[in-house]
């Protein structure tokens, strides 16, 4: 912490004020005397960001269309987190080297002008997530209306509701990081409580002999399922730095990591088995139209009101956190406006988009699982190479970050640093080879690796292997002042 270690009522102080003051920071590194936040901060912010109702027909869908019985769910439960969530936390610890956000971090590894490549997809990328987290949010509102009022969905509903959800996003992702950490506590607490509530009902009322005597499915589909849930992580990875540049230089790697992990599975895990539990009692669930009305119709209202409004309010949150790292993307794209202006672009587009998935899409989860396969290869190419160079002890020169012209030490050849694109580049092409979803088909989607739903995976060790073994990207030394600059990894992680 900046403060002197005895003076803590000064440390207490500086901790106190930043969490009420609006952000305005944008690319720029946070100094170290601002770095107040603390890693147990880390396990509400990624609860929050799993707050989602979408978890449940996720966990559906193991059991409908993977054919998985519970044993299985189980494992992919408990092991989708700890992959996903295991690589957001290990990519986060740049967020306290260098201070700055992900995408901003990431000049450092593409070059100036080669990260426009991976930003401009990351950022497309994002407008499918917002979108999806709008339709889910617009649809718990409608569900709530009809269960409360019996008002039945319309056309001019949906755009009501998709414009409040999407306002209210705009305006908590707007405000900043201090918003959202204390959104995400509070939320946590509300989430947790109703989440036991539900656990308790559907322990009551569920047939269980039936939830335990499904057949097992494949192993093939049992790894695939791994990876569908895995996604919606894999899709924070880039972003894990956003939410950790405030950490002091000394805060713990395995401290960051663990919180990352736990906050994570602590709701991935229950939803997921109780959506696969839910499963039994509506078997049409995975094809719905509407992802969110079941709950209604299966919880009795006095559950189901209070449990919908509190997930509302987590989908709102997982939005903003998405559209607050969305900005400093758009930012490192070269759009010069303030990042709450930044996020604007992303609500407009999560409007459009919205409306046409709720009002003209005939059916809501095969869009969305094919959206969350292609979104894992479209993040992994990204993450093997970035993940290597910060292997390797990467150290941030905050002035380099900055520059986008020729006299930054990451301009590099015509600012790009052609190891970096490379391998980024062709482990995009080798993911997509494997990649198999309603509307694409890879050449290679038929073999092992397809079958199990591994393109993400093949991504990540394509591009992660070619970046290592290709030439080093020459790096600028560390600023004088770095505070004595990080060690490897492998010396970090023992903090």
């Given at each position: 912490m900046p403060a002197e270690p005895a003076d803590g009522a000064i440390e207490t102080a500086a901790h106190a004020a930043a969490e009420t003051a609006m952000e305005t920071r944008g690319l720029e590194p946070v100094p170290d005397a601002e770095r107040t936040g603390r890693v147990r901060e880390l396990v509400p912010t990624w609860v929050a960001a799993n707050i989602s109702v979408l978890l449940l027909t996720m966990?559906?869908?193991?059991?409908?269309?993977?054919k998985l019985n519970f044993w299985q769910v189980l494992v992919v439960a408990f092991a989708a987190p700890v992959v996903s969530y295991g690589l957001v936390g290990l990519i986060s610890?740049?967020?306290?080297?260098?201070?700055?956000?992900?995408?901003?971090?990431?000049?450092?590894?593409f070059g100036q002008r080669g990260n426009l490549f991976p930003g401009a997809l990351i950022w497309v990328a994002r407008w499918g997530w917002e979108t999806i987290n709008a339709v889910s949010g617009a649809f718990a509102m409608l569900t709530v209306l009809d269960l409360l009022f019996g008002v039945r969905k319309n056309t001019t509903l949906i755009v009501v509701t998709l414009l409040l959800f999407v306002g209210c996003t705009f305006l908590v992702s707007g405000l900043?990081?201090?918003?959202?950490?204390?959104?995400?506590?509070?939320?946590?607490?509300?989430?947790?409580?109703f989440s036991v509530l539900v656990l308790g009902y559907l322990i009551a009322e569920t047939d269980w002999s039936a939830v335990f005597g499904k057949p097992a499915g494949s192993t093939a589909m049992m790894v695939a399922g791994i990876g569908t849930i895995a996604a919606g992580g894999i899709s924070w990875v880039p972003s894990g730095p956003d939410f950790t540049r405030y950490l002091p230089r000394?805060?713990?790697?395995?401290?960051?990591v663990g919180a990352t992990v736990g906050g994570a599975a602590v709701v991935v895990i229950p939803m997921v088995l109780m959506g696969?539990?839910?499963?039994?009692?509506?078997?049409?669930?995975?094809?719905?139209?509407?992802?969110?009305?079941?709950?209604?119709?299966l919880l009795p209202v006095w559950i189901a009101v209070p449990y919908l409004l509190v997930a509302l309010v987590?989908?709102?949150?997982?939005?903003?956190?998405?559209?607050?790292?969305?900005?400093?993307?758009?930012?490192?794209?070269?759009?010069?406006?303030?990042?709450?202006?930044?996020?604007?672009?992303?609500?407009?587009?999560?409007?459009?988009?919205?409306?046409?998935?709720m009002v003209v899409a005939t059916g809501f989860f095969g869009s969305f699982i094919s959206f969350?396969?292609?979104?894992?290869?479209?993040?992994?190419?990204?993450?093997?190479?970035?993940?290597?160079?910060?292997?390797?002890g990467r150290t941030y020169d905050a002035g380099a970050l900055l520059d986008t012209g020729r006299t930054s030490a990451y301009w590099y050849k015509g600012g790009f640093a052609w190891q970096a694109m490379t391998a980024w580049a062709l482990a995009l092409v080798v993911g997509l080879l494997f990649t198999k979803v309603d509307w694409f088909a890879g050449p290679l989607a038929g073999s092992w690796i397809g079958e199990n739903g591994l393109g993400w995976a093949a991504g990540i060790a394509t591009s992660g292997l070619l970046y290592a073994v290709l030439p080093r990207t020459g790096a600028p030394a560390a600023?004088?002042?770095?505070?004595?600059?990080?060690?490897?990894?492998?010396?970090?992680l023992s903090n």
């Open positions: 966990g559906a869908g193991l059991v409908i269309f993977n610890i740049a967020g306290k080297r260098g201070g700055a956000p992900g995408m901003a971090l990431s000049r450092a590894v900043g990081i201090n918003a959202l950490r204390v959104c995400s506590k509070w939320s946590t607490y509300l989430f947790g409580a000394t805060a713990s790697s395995k401290g960051m696969a539990v839910m499963a039994v009692a509506a078997p049409d669930l995975a094809t719905a139209q509407d992802p969110v009305s079941f709950i209604g119709e987590g989908m709102l949150l997982i939005n903003s956190m998405s559209m607050y790292s969305a900005g400093f993307t758009a930012q490192t794209l070269g759009i010069k406006v303030p990042r709450a202006w930044a996020v604007s672009v992303n609500a407009v587009i999560s409007l459009v988009f919205g409306f046409l998935l969350l396969t292609l979104l894992a290869v479209a993040f992994s190419a990204w993450i093997g190479v970035f993940g290597v160079d910060m292997l390797r600023p004088a002042d770095a505070d004595a600059a990080e060690p490897a990894l492998a010396g970090s």
